[in-house]
């Protein structure tokens, strides 16, 4: 089959590697049909990641059609439509048992890390039964995407670890998808103000459209000060969304006492919390892997239209283009981008 490979920092192609077989009874075989990019993707290439090693299949996000399962598998069967989970979870584990999938002491975030991903023809799926969720038919699938990765990630890690209740002020400081993926879903808790920051004039003027009360283009000046000359002293809930030292700052400097820092991003180098200002102002920081305990719930928001990812899809790619994909995302300021449906048809 033909896959994108991992190559190093840096480094990527476009490659013919073995079709991945079934390794035990649990396993599925999905035939990946629409698939995507992540920002974790792009942290990966850049070497913030050091346990993805050269020959891995990237990817961790997905829906597609069921081409073999393993023997102990109950859920699914051949042709069934599912949607990917970037969490693998056995259910069985302490950690599953706590609804910390993220954790699971065998799986976790694998796909597209540890063993190969979503970014090729097919994928091997362990734990199938916990770690897929079948798509109706009829179903936008492209749509279901947004739901392996980025809206749980948005929502648990930014929006329910950082407490959003009603009447709160929210600052989300990065629009990318994620950022878009918390906005969105902030919005079910009527947040009183959610002001999006980030350095994009595209990013920002969809981040109003999609219900972001008012905006700040960090490049312009300072943007702690312009956030806080519209609070009465910080915000409630501040949501780090890119993972650098810059953003992180902000997130730090705008939080108002006994407000919550809630950290999505990925960090590739450390951050200086300056904790000899924050001791004192009852604060509460997060961070966190995303568990996806809350797709089934976000599914049944797709469905009844409180929430529609497919907004967040700006361009379109055959499976062979995935090259090019990556140039676009990874240059989304020049190319107007948020995510990208990568199609094998």
Same mark, same amino acid.
């Given at each position: 089959?033909?896959?994108?490979?991992?190559?190093?920092?840096?480094?990527?192609? $476009?490659?013919?590697?073995?079709?991945?077989?079934?390794?035990?009874? !649990?396993?599925?075989?999905?035939?990946?049909?629409?698939?995507? =990019?992540?920002? !974790?993707?792009? #942290?990966?290439?850049?070497?913030?990641?050091?346990?993805?090693?050269?020959?891995?299949?990237?990817?961790?996000? @997905?829906?597609?059609?069921?081409?073999?399962?393993?023997?102990?598998?109950?859920?699914?069967?051949?042709?069934?439509?599912?949607?990917?989970?970037?969490?693998?979870?056995?259910?069985?584990?302490?950690?599953?048992?706590?609804?910390?999938?993220? #954790?699971?002491?065998?799986?976790? $975030?694998?796909?597209?890390?540890?063993? *190969?991903?979503?970014? %090729?023809?097919?994928?091997?799926?362990?734990?199938?039964?916990?770690?897929?969720?079948?798509?109706?038919?009829?179903? *936008?699938?492209?749509?279901?995407?947004?739901?392996?990765?980025?809206?749980?990630?948005?929502?648990?890690?930014?929006?329910?670890?950082? %407490?959003?209740?009603?009447?709160?002020?929210?600052?989300?400081?990065? %629009?990318?998808?994620?950022?878009?993926?918390?906005?969105?879903?902030?919005?079910?808790?009527?947040?009183?103000?959610?002001?999006?920051?980030?350095? *994009?004039?595209?990013?920002?003027? !969809?981040?109003?459209?999609?219900?972001?009360?008012?905006?700040?283009?960090?490049?312009?000046? *300072?943007?702690?000060?312009?956030?806080? %000359?519209?609070?009465?002293?910080?915000?409630?809930?501040?949501?780090?969304?890119?993972? =650098?030292?810059?953003?992180?700052?902000?997130?730090?400097?705008?939080?108002?006492? @006994?407000?919550? =820092?809630?950290?999505?991003?990925?960090?590739?180098? @450390?951050?200086?919390?300056?904790?000899?200002?924050? $001791?004192?102002?009852?604060?509460?920081?997060? !961070?966190?892997?995303?568990?996806?305990?809350?797709?089934?719930?976000?599914?049944?928001?797709?469905?009844?239209?409180?929430?529609?990812?497919?907004?967040?899809?700006? #361009?379109?790619?055959?499976?062979?283009?995935?090259?090019?994909?990556?140039?676009?995302?990874?240059?989304?300021?020049?190319?107007?981008?948020?995510?990208?449906?990568?199609?094998?048809?």
């Amino acid at each position: 089959m033909k896959a994108l490979v991992y190559l190093g920092p840096g480094k990527i192609a $476009w490659e013919t590697v073995p079709t991945p077989e079934i390794l035990h009874p !649990t396993d599925a075989l999905v035939k990946i049909t629409k698939t995507t =990019i992540c920002g !974790t993707d792009l #942290h990966i290439l850049k070497g913030d990641v050091p346990a993805v090693g050269s020959g891995r299949i990237l990817g961790h996000e @997905g829906v597609g059609i069921i081409e073999e399962v393993g023997s102990a598998v109950r859920g699914f069967k051949k042709s069934d439509h599912v949607l990917i989970s970037c969490i693998t979870s056995c259910g069985r584990c302490g950690y599953c048992k706590r609804q910390m999938y993220a #954790h699971c002491e065998d799986g976790g $975030w694998i796909l597209g890390h540890l063993i *190969d991903g979503t970014q %090729a023809e097919y994928v091997r799926i362990p734990h199938a039964d916990n770690s897929l969720y079948p798509i109706a038919a009829g179903k *936008d699938e492209e749509a279901l995407v947004m739901l392996s990765d980025i809206f749980p990630t948005g929502f648990e890690i930014g929006v329910l670890s950082g %407490a959003v209740k009603p009447g709160d002020v929210v600052a989300i400081i990065g %629009a990318g998808p994620i950022g878009m993926a918390a906005l969105l879903t902030a919005k079910l808790y009527s947040p009183g103000k959610i002001i999006m920051v980030d350095t *994009d004039h595209f990013r920002l003027d !969809t981040a109003r459209k999609f219900g972001a009360t008012d905006v700040v283009n960090s490049a312009d000046g *300072d943007a702690v000060k312009a956030i806080l %000359a519209q609070t009465k002293d910080g915000v409630d809930v501040a949501i780090e969304a890119v993972g =650098i030292p810059q953003t992180f700052n902000i997130c730090q400097r705008i939080v108002r006492p @006994g407000g919550h =820092i809630a950290n999505i991003g990925v960090h590739g180098k @450390g951050v200086e919390l300056e904790l000899q200002k924050l $001791w004192i102002q009852n604060i509460t920081l997060t !961070t966190g892997l995303v568990n996806t305990n809350t797709t089934p719930m976000l599914l049944k928001t797709v469905e009844s239209k409180q929430l529609m990812p497919e907004a967040l899809i700006t #361009h379109h790619f055959k499976l062979d283009q995935i090259l090019r994909a990556y140039e676009v995302f990874g240059n989304a300021a020049s190319e107007n981008a948020l995510k990208v449906i990568i199609s094998n048809a």
